[in-house]
């Protein structure tokens, strides 16, 4: 019996479902970058003359409070889940000896590490800023990521679980248990999917979505990947490891853009954006 070719678009999909790949977990950085750092905004409301503005002249910052983002309002889950995911979607690939799982996941476990090594970075109080005298300004110290307790929970137990489950993934993957090694990468794929909501709470109880809570180059580079590797998973390799993630990662993003959507600032003025101090 001849098994019929795959349809070119599923070729297509096989092709470039690793790029995208790396693509999503290239997505974070412009969100990463561009958000200040905990302490590099926000302060007292008692000397109004003397403030820094960081919005154009023109431009008046919003009284909405969840407007507000630096660093420090942002969850920690988004790259820490990537991390995880990455490594051990890796193991996965080397299990199968499957190149199109090994080197997209290698660079996005790379990538996810230095996203947390930045975050950390960013979240470190200093006791004063470059162009003014924080110690002066601030109402309060921002906090510092060890004593964040939304990222969700603490750094700490992201570290413990993160190893945890890394240290999980390698016995299978020493043992070759491949089915466990899909099923623990399919939880932990999913959690990251789903991790750029973890502030959708916040965002619906003040009916406003602020920039950088949900980035939306990963909600688009999630969409296009996601898409991708469906296809891929459904008529390519017939694994229910490929498929079953991707397919709740595209309703995840189509949940993500419909928040951004619904709850997105409106009226903003051309390249400003509210940053304060949440």
């Given at each position: 019996?001849?098994?019929?070719?795959?349809?070119?678009?599923?070729?297509?999909?096989?092709?470039?479902?690793?790029?995208?790949?790396?693509?999503?977990?290239?997505?974070?950085?412009?969100?990463?970058?561009?958000?200040?750092?905990?302490?590099s905004v926000g302060f007292d409301d008692d000397d109004d003359d003397d403030k820094v503005s960081l919005l154009p002249s023109s431009t008046s910052a919003p009284k909405n409070p969840t407007s507000k983002v630096t660093i420090?309002?942002?969850?920690?889950?988004?790259?820490?889940?990537?991390?995880?995911?990455?490594?051990?979607?890796?193991?996965?690939?080397?299990?199968?000896?499957?190149?199109?799982?090994?080197?997209?996941?290698?660079v996005g476990a790379c990538l996810a590490i230095s996203y947390i090594f930045l975050f950390a970075l960013k979240s470190s109080p200093r006791e004063g800023g470059r162009h003014f005298d924080m110690s002066r300004k601030m109402a309060a110290p921002p906090p510092s990521l060890w004593t964040r307790i939304d990222l969700p929970s603490t750094f700490r137990t992201h570290l413990t679980v993160g190893t945890s489950i890394l240290i999980l993934g390698f016995t299978c993957l020493k043992g070759g248990l491949r089915n466990q090694l899909a099923a623990l990468a399919?939880?932990?794929?999913?959690?990251?999917?789903?991790?750029?909501?973890a502030k959708i709470g916040s965002i619906v109880k003040n009916k406003s979505c602020p920039p950088g809570a949900?980035?939306?180059?990963?909600?688009?580079?999630?969409?296009?990947?996601?898409?991708?590797?469906?296809?891929?998973?459904?008529?390519?390799?017939?694994?229910?490891?490929?498929?079953?993630?991707?397919?709740?990662?595209l309703f995840c993003a189509f949940t993500q853009a419909i928040v951004v959507f619904l709850y997105s600032p409106k009226g903003k003025g051309k390249g400003s954006i509210a940053i304060e101090l949440p």
């Open positions: 019996m001849i098994t019929p070719a795959p349809h070119p678009f599923v070729v297509f999909a096989g092709n470039v479902a690793p790029l995208t790949s790396i693509l999503l977990t290239l997505s974070p950085l412009p969100t990463l970058l561009s958000v200040p750092r905990a302490d420090a309002s942002l969850p920690l889950l988004p790259y820490s889940s990537m991390a995880v995911n990455g490594s051990l979607w890796l193991m996965y690939g080397l299990l199968l000896q499957a190149k199109p799982l090994i080197f997209p996941n290698a399919t939880l932990v794929c999913g959690v990251m999917f789903i991790s750029p909501l949900i980035p939306l180059p990963f909600t688009v580079a999630t969409a296009v990947n996601c898409f991708l590797w469906s296809v891929y998973g459904i008529k390519g390799v017939k694994d229910i490891a490929v498929t079953a993630p991707n397919v709740f990662g």
